[in-house]
């Protein structure tokens, strides 16, 4: 028997390395082991921002050093690195795509663009013979297709290698007329043979064109289907707005991120807001497919099932970050379930196939609007759990003690004036104070998941605003506020309103609203710390196991901000890894960390010679596990001012990895 044993193992071994060479000399290669690559933004079409690469740990983590540096230009780039067939792919210079070496960081090639390349990232899609390997991004506007290997045009994808988005939007009744070229953020999805992109609404105000989900053929760039944002006559949720409104409304866009269960073939698609954003007297109704989660049939577009997370949205509350997949336990049985966190601080989680959700969601009555022409909803939905992971109020005992005391008393006057009512207080004439601001909780890249152990984390941040709405003339839509605090006296906001009911008489009226953070003399926020929190939850029991302020800023030390502070709004994603660590980055004190996903604990920490606002990726290359990320944001979005800024620093995309 024992002969006959071994033979059989050696005619096993000799069939293996045979059918390697096959699969290798045709281009083809067995399946790697799940979450072990990062070939699409946030690590795969699953958004989960999880590596099981496990190679770096809490153990070892402080033996990590620069494996290589590729210099980006002066300019700032948020590009969640790709990895495919050896090279690492980044945005760098003037807009130019760069292929390097995944171990050395050398420059395999550069392709250059003369208009803007989609800020976030790009996919990246191989045949199933892997003789055809082709990268597709956003470009001026257009769906664009390269090779990955060489960075030349796929002459045979749509028209010279790309496809003008406008024309999926007048094949769906829209008129683009003196529409500029569509270029959105969101890079999308590949699904098989599809790219899955989200419309950009394109303009801040009124005149904003809907948001579609498109569908392209990865091969020859044909539009495939196309799913209405804003539904058409006759479709599910074109009675929750005005008759036409597909002719004269816009927004309802996927700026954020989407995530496409694979196995399932579900593409979840979280919403942003009906324009405009901070008022909805002209589109009156729930307005789906406003602020809804919505999953989608990914080889048809078929609405499988949605749920509206913000009803008639007037605080931009659009969903702003990728629905992440997990497997739980309820019961002792496994349960695959759609997780979606918010800026106002909450994470609805529904079953992934029916919709169900997992623990109550309550309808609250919310306060309501007292501007003219303005109907908001009576209700908003509040999930039972998890709990927040934001903080969702801003009362006097809040404000920043770290500020001069005429400043503390100038916020103290503003937030007696405004209204103030909690999370839902709608924009008003006189001005209301929102917090979490349509800035806060949470943003694109700040979640990432154990998908497998039902964890989640999430990059929490507070920043109230101040939303005003002003008469035509006062701002442009949107427009950042400028100039001083401004306390709109009882009378005023009377003779204000009187003035808008008298407009209203005469026809529609587009109140505007301009961004107000209420920032300071030295730009941080008047509330006080923590700025910045990472909160870990267990989504098997629905509870918070820990949260931790996230960082620090780099202030004088006479000003006394403790090094616990938090930063101050943060951009950088979060990076979880099989090794039991989440890499999180913050901006205003330049610094990389290594948090112990037990405890919260940062067991390292590394200064960068820049903020970085983007998402690191993981990857394995030559046997050692890397950590690469944009370094590449400058002084960080926003950043505090004691009093002024040094010249900023040059950008670049450094790997770290353990020693060879």
């Not at 002969?3 to 059989?8: D, G, M, Q, S, T």
């Not at 629905?323 to 979606?340: C, H, M, S, W, Y």
């Not at 004190?589 to 690191?616: C, E, F, H, I, M």
Request: hydrophobic share 40%.
């Amino acid at each position: 028997m024992r002969p006959l044993l071994i033979a059989v193992c050696l005619a096993c071994t000799l069939a293996c390395a045979a059918l390697a060479t096959v699969l290798a000399q045709s281009g083809e290669r067995p399946a790697p082991r799940p979450y072990t690559t990062w070939n699409a933004y946030l690590g795969g079409a699953h958004s989960a921002q999880f590596t099981a690469l496990d190679q770096i740990t809490a153990a070892n983590v402080s033996r990590l050093q620069v494996a290589w540096t590729f210099p980006a230009g002066k300019r700032t780039f948020l590009f969640n690195p790709l990895a495919a067939d050896g090279l690492v792919f980044v945005l760098a210079g003037a807009n130019d795509l760069v292929a390097l070496d995944a171990t050395t960081g050398a420059q395999v090639w550069s392709r250059p663009h003369p208009g803007a390349v989609a800020t976030r990232g790009l996919n990246y899609w191989r045949s199933a013979d892997g003789r055809d390997r082709r990268l597709l991004y956003m470009a001026g506007g257009f769906l664009t297709a390269v090779d990955a290997r060489t960075g030349q045009t796929v002459a045979a994808f749509g028209q010279d290698g790309r496809v003008d988005l406008r024309a999926g939007l007048s094949a769906s009744g829209r008129s683009i007329d003196g529409l500029s070229p569509l270029q959105p953020t969101n890079p999308g999805r590949i699904f098989d043979d599809l790219v899955i992109v989200s419309l950009p609404a394109q303009a801040a105000g009124y005149d904003s064109n809907p948001g579609d989900v498109h569908a392209y053929d990865v091969r020859s760039g044909a539009l495939r289907w196309v799913f209405h944002s804003l539904p058409a006559a006759g479709e599910i949720g074109a009675d929750t707005w005005p008759a036409d409104a597909r002719a004269n409304h816009g927004g309802v866009h996927n700026w954020s991120e989407l995530t496409i269960d694979e196995a399932r073939g579900i593409a979840f698609v979280p919403f942003g807001t009906g324009r405009f954003d901070f008022y909805g007297g002209d589109r009156p109704g729930q307005n789906l497919f406003a602020n809804s989660l919505v999953a989608l049939d990914a080889r048809t577009g078929r609405r499988l099932w949605h749920y509206q997370i913000v009803h008639h949205d007037v605080w931009d509350y659009d969903l702003p970050v990728a629905p992440k997949l997990l497997t739980i336990r309820q019961n002792g049985r496994p349960r695959d379930v759609v997780a979606q966190a918010t800026k106002h601080g909450f994470v609805f989680v529904f079953d992934r196939v029916t919709g169900e959700p997992i623990w109550p969601i309550e309808e609250r009555p919310v306060p309501q609007s007292d501007v003219p022409g303005e109907r908001t909803w009576p209700t908003q939905p509040v999930p039972s759990k998890p709990a927040p992971f934001a903080r969702q109020s801003f009362t006097e005992r809040d404000i920043n003690p770290y500020l001069p005391d005429e400043e503390r008393r100038a916020i103290r006057a503003r937030l007696q004036s405004y209204r103030n009512e909690g999370l839902f207080t709608p924009p008003s004439i006189r001005g209301s104070i929102e917090m979490p601001g349509h800035s806060g909780g949470t943003n694109w890249g700040g979640v990432a998941v154990d998908p497998d152990r039902g964890e989640l984390y999430v990059r929490s941040v507070a920043l109230p605003t101040m939303l005003r709405l002003l008469l035509p003339g006062g701002s442009e839509p949107g427009a950042v506020r400028a100039g001083p605090s401004t306390i709109v006296s009882a009378d005023e906001s009377a003779r204000l309103t009187r003035q808008a009911e008298a407009a209203l008489l005469k026809g529609p009226v587009r109140f505007t609203s301009p961004y107000d953070f209420m920032f300071t003399s030295t730009y941080l926020s008047p509330i006080g710390p923590p700025w910045s929190e990472i909160v870990a939850y267990d989504l098997n029991t629905g509870e918070i196991k820990w949260r931790v302020p996230h960082g620090s800023v780099a202030a004088p030390a006479e000003l006394g901000i403790p090094s616990d502070s938090g930063a101050h709004w943060p951009r950088g994603g979060l990076l979880a890894t099989g090794g039991g660590l989440l890499f999180a980055v913050s901006g205003s004190d330049k610094t990389l960390r290594a948090y112990d996903r037990r405890t919260g604990r940062v067991v390292w920490a590394q200064p960068l010679p820049a903020a970085s606002d983007g998402v690191p990726a993981s990857y394995e290359a030559g046997g050692r596990q890397f950590i690469v990320l944009p370094v590449a944001a400058q002084h960080g979005w926003n950043a505090a001012r004691f009093p002024t800024l040094p010249p900023p620093p040059d950008s670049a995309y450094i790997a770290f990895a353990l020693p060879k």
